[in-house]
């Protein structure tokens, strides 16, 4: 591979949705899965793939819990280059890293520590001849109802998506698509999200249901028993 393979994993937030699961006020990607802090898991998997030559991990300036967490991980780092949001954490942990603009950065979730090396592995084998890069994603498999209170439509599920991370781009493009949509004012809730505005189309990759997103307080025993 010419190009460097690179990981960033933001995490600034808090995880407001999931403190309820122990109430101590501790982020969420901080709190033990398996014995381990959840934001060492999803190192870990993505330190799995020999590719990865560097994972850079995001925090909030004042964060007293990572250097704990990620301690004596092979190829990783941690910066206290967080931002108020996903996307300005992104934004400036890819600055942080002093990537060349063809290297290629994979962003993944601090809460997403099922991810299996297979899939990790896939990804990468899909993207690195890609013109644009990719995303791992799971088809809909529900019956999808719009709506607030009442149904107001059943959308067509066909070629509905649930993105997951990790998601796959060269710097350069990943870069200049944030700074525009945050110019824009366009809400980027993924890096997918920001590519798009930007009027590519990423690869979708299958992934796997173990590699869902820990968010609310019951998903904590659900991923315990995938690790």
């Avoid at 993105?163 to 366009?186: C, K, N």
């Amino acid at each position: 591979m010419s190009a460097s393979l690179i990981a960033l994993v933001p995490a600034a937030g808090v995880g407001a949705r999931a403190l309820a699961a122990g109430g101590d006020g501790i982020p969420k990607q901080y709190r033990p899965l398996a014995g381990l802090p959840m934001l060492r898991h999803s190192v870990l998997a993505l330190l799995s793939d020999p590719r990865v030559r560097e994972v850079r991990v995001a925090v909030s300036p004042g964060d007293t819990w990572v250097r704990e967490a990620v301690a004596g991980l092979p190829r990783t780092v941690w910066r206290p280059c967080g931002g108020a949001t996903r996307a300005q954490t992104v934004a400036n942990a890819l600055a942080d890293s002093g990537a060349a603009p063809d290297d290629w950065v994979l962003v993944h979730d601090a809460a997403r520590p099922g991810l299996p090396a297979e899939a990790l592995a896939r990804l990468i084998d899909a993207c690195l001849d890609d013109a644009v890069g990719g995303l791992l994603a799971l088809p809909v498999r529900d019956t999808v109802k719009a709506g607030a209170a009442r149904v107001v439509r059943t959308v067509d599920r066909q070629e509905l998506w649930l993105a997951q991370t990790p998601q796959m781009f060269r710097a350069g493009l990943l870069d200049s698509a944030l700074r525009d949509a945050a110019e824009r004012g366009f809400d980027v809730t993924d890096e997918a999200s920001a590519i798009e505005a930007a009027g590519h189309a990423p690869l979708l990759v299958p992934g796997v249901m173990r590699n869902f997103k820990v968010t609310w307080p019951e998903d904590f025993a659900l991923m315990e028993k995938w690790l």
